[in-house]
């Protein structure tokens, strides 16, 4: 099965911070491809949400190469 297009996951972790990481689906189950790291306020959740698009726009090919 090929994956989809890489998106941007939020979940919380056992803590209460938010991990931001981009996430791609295969089949059925999300598979992280890349953990951009944890957010303790909404602030730092936006801070890694962008880093999430300049990744996605600058450098897409860098996500699709790793399995």
Known sequence: ????????????????????????????????IEHLGSAHTPDESALEELAAFEVNV??????SSRS
């Open 1 to 32: 099965m090929t994956p989809v297009s890489p998106f941007l996951g939020k979940v919380k972790t056992p803590s209460g911070a938010t991990a931001v990481q981009i996430v791609a689906k295969v089949g059925r189950t999300n598979r992280v």
């Open 58 to 63: 600058l450098a897409p090919n860098a996500l």
